[in-house]
């Protein structure tokens, strides 16, 4: 009788447990049929390499690694981007299913989390994280009806599954302007998730290097790693070393504001990433490098829409307004504004591409070649070293 | 020099959350009871004492708050381990998912309420938890910022610590507790009252791991909310345990060297040391193998494994 009971109440936990994982998930709606909408809609009017999906027909899957609701990270800034494209396409909430909590190294719940999105059916799957990539390409082959379009990562088969990312470095190379301004100690912090081989974390760290050293040529970047994406202690951590190595403003590229807060307890300054920090912390936070996923999903939900859907890869940057810093805190040097306006037009109107022309590294050799830049794939996939002014120490 | 002190600053902040949970499944696991859930505990706590003090701005009632409610988490863990008979792992492990997906729960429905988009703990609070300064003594250069500098739930952590230390050896109500954890049959028949024993105990280990936790939302992620901010500290503290020796004397150096091997990368010249990353954050578990091994192989050395741990006592089959 006892053994019966505890048995009883430990699957009561589990249950408890279940009830909280799926609080967010939206009941699951009958699968409606797509095609014959999609024919009288029009498809293949342009370009388009799928049919035409009626608006009213369009179910979105999200595959989240995280909780939306985190904070201030990754996962909350591709949310409120899912949210912006709901408002601007004018979608309801039952045409969209979120699968938060994917881990992206699980291939069976990364699979087991689209194939529940199909079945509840969503003809759109938007997986924002690295990880998933490999899964929904075999899906993609499995299910060539539906459009998946993966977030970060390389792959796509130019039909029904393309990839999407944004040239975040040109936002980085301005808040770099505004740290190296900021800076009395000519140290500026920076806290990387991922080390010199990840072409990612380390493009961020030299545009804004770059971008500091454009402004003022003495100061040096350090660089801190926590060899992981999501590391609560070790993200303050590395800030707080950081500042006792004399760094007086600590950018990031981490999901927690944690890096902010550090920065504002001992006095110093800071750059947040993903979403506007300067909530979190408003005594440190120069500006923030955010993305604006919405400017994406808005395209390509509307572009399945009007069947234009192409299947190529998406790389925006500031001139789509994917990618952009949070309005300047009253806490940045005098002639900020100005110098981050000059560069933001240097980047949207004079073509201007961060990682143009002869680049020094910090181990005294040369990337790059006079009157050209670097090519999107060797800054998305071949990034391996850092600029002159950074100090790994 | 400027940076060892500092470096040694960092390995205690660092190491003070995993002293309250070391210190608490050290009562835990002298009952016999191995709580698994201790990550869960923290969560908890560190979920019920933010809220607690960012609706009262009031730091010892959030505080209380936390240790209370690492103490109800672990009453329901004995509630089946002890009353019921579940089985012990598998219960620890449910209640640490249960305690991430109850604290995760809290924080989004909060989250979602605030008009800011963010929770963030009042000055009034953030100023209390922040390095305490003595007039005078925390002034002192190299003493001044080793000893007198840190937050007051560093000095809450060592004075947990002791008084465990002395409470398992030196008071009869210690001495009967490591009785239960060896033998609860013998125990029994000596007249200590096993399950009033157990229940006490492993209660009052998770009211310390509570503590632990508000240290992880409060200080660590410095007063702001974020989800799973525990972060896994929970388990290394388990892990600590066998590395403590199930000695509180023993948590306290062993939480803080774990604290200095988790924040060396950070400090270590990298000039001079060009290892990967990866290197260091294997040591604090290349360490406790280590330990593992010299304290298996010095057979005259202690080893303070309760005997029944991790077994039920039926005491009808006695």
């Known amino acids: ?393 | 020099m400027d940076m060892l002190i500092k470096f040694l600053v960092a390995a205690v902040g660092a190491g003070t959350p995993l002293l309250f949970g070391t210190t608490g499944e050290i009562l835990t696991e002298k009952t016999g009871h191995l709580n698994l859930g201790v990550e869960g505990m923290m969560s908890i706590g560190a979920c019920i004492g933010f809220m607690v003090g960012y609706y009262s701005d009031n730091f010892v009632l959030a505080l209380c708050f936390a240790a209370l409610s690492g103490a109800f988490s672990a009453l329901i863990y004995a509630f089946l381990t002890v009353t019921l008979m579940a089985n012990q792992n598998v219960t620890g492990l449910t209640l640490t998912i249960f305690g991430i997906g109850f604290a995760n729960f809290i924080g989004i429905f909060v989250l979602n309420k605030s008009p800011e988009g963010t929770l963030k703990l009042p000055e009034k609070i953030t100023a209390a938890m922040r390095g305490i300064h003595i007039q005078g003594v925390s002034d002192l250069p190299v003493v001044g910022e080793l000893l007198f500098s840190y937050s007051p739930f560093v000095y809450i952590g060592i004075f947990i610590a002791i008084v465990s230390a002395y409470y398992l050896n030196h008071t009869k109500a210690g001495l009967g507790l490591k009785a239960v954890g060896e033998n609860p049959g013998a125990a029994d028949a000596a007249g200590i009252k096993v399950t009033r024993v157990k229940y006490l105990n492993i209660i009052l280990g998770g009211a310390i791991c509570g503590i632990g936790g508000v240290y992880c939302s409060m200080i660590i992620n410095g007063g702001v909310w974020i989800s799973d901010n525990v972060g896994g500290l929970g388990w290394i503290a388990v892990a600590l345990v066998i590395f403590a020796n199930w000695q509180p004397s023993m948590a306290i150096l062993g939480s803080f060297v774990f604290g200095a091997l988790r924040v060396l990368k950070y400090y270590i010249p990298q000039s001079i040391f060009p290892f990967p990353i990866a290197f260091y954050d294997m040591l604090p578990f290349l360490m406790t193998a280590l330990v593992l091994v010299i304290s298996s192989m010095r057979k005259s050395s202690r080893i303070n494994l309760p005997a029944s741990l991790g077994l039920n006592y039926y005491r009808e089959e006695r």
């Open chain 1, 1 to 393: 009788m006892k053994k019966f009971l505890s048995l009883l109440a430990v699957l009561a936990m589990v249950v408890s447990l279940c009830a909280c994982g799926n609080n967010q998930a939206p009941a699951a709606d009958t699968v409606q049929s797509t095609d014959d909408s999609g024919a009288e809609t029009g498809a293949q009017t342009a370009a388009g390499v799928m049919p035409a999906i009626a608006k009213e027909d369009i179910k979105v899957g999200v595959i989240h690694i995280t909780d939306p609701a985190e904070g201030s990270g990754y996962t909350y800034t591709h949310d409120l981007g899912i949210q912006g494209m709901q408002k601007n396409i004018g979608l309801e909430d039952s045409q969209i299913v979120r699968k938060n909590n994917v881990n992206d190294s699980d291939a069976t719940a990364i699979e087991n989390a689209i194939r529940e999105c199909i079945e509840e059916g969503c003809n759109v799957i938007f997986a924002t994280s690295w990880g998933f990539m490999d899964t929904c390409e075999a899906l993609a082959d499995e299910f060539p009806e539906v459009i998946f379009s993966h977030g970060t990562g390389y792959k796509s088969n130019g039909t029904n599954f393309n990839n999407y990312f944004g040239r975040i470095y040109q936002a980085r190379y301005l808040a770099g302007i505004a740290a190296g301004l900021k800076t009395e100690s000519n140290k500026l912090g920076y806290v990387a998730a991922m080390g010199q081989d990840n072409s990612e974390v380390t493009g961020g760290i030299n545009a804004f290097a770059m971008g500091a050293y454009s402004v003022n040529p003495d100061c040096e970047v350090y660089v801190k790693v926590t060899n992981s994406w999501f590391d609560p202690e070790g993200e303050t951590q590395a800030a707080q070393a950081l500042v006792d190595l004399g760094c007086d403003v600590i950018a990031q590229h981490c999901d927690t504001p944690n890096p902010q807060t550090v920065a504002e307890q001992n006095g110093v300054w800071g750059v947040g990433y993903n979403s506007d920090m300067s909530k979190d912390a408003p005594g440190a936070v120069l500006t923030s490098v955010m993305w604006d996923w919405s400017v994406y999903y808005t395209f390509a939900v509307q572009s399945i829409i009007d069947g234009t859907w192409s299947g190529e890869n998406y790389f925006g940057g500031m001139n789509e307004g994917l990618v952009t810093i949070a309005p300047l805190s009253d806490l940045c040097a005098d002639g900020t504004q100005e110098a981050v306006e000059a560069a933001r037009n240097q980047i949207t109107k004079e073509g201007f591409n961060v990682f143009d022309g002869v680049i020094e590294t910090n181990d005294g050799s040369t990337v790059g070649a006079d009157g050209s830049t670097l090519s999107d794939g060797e800054i998305t996939g071949s990034m391996n070293w850092y600029f002159k002014n950074v100090v790994v120490k």
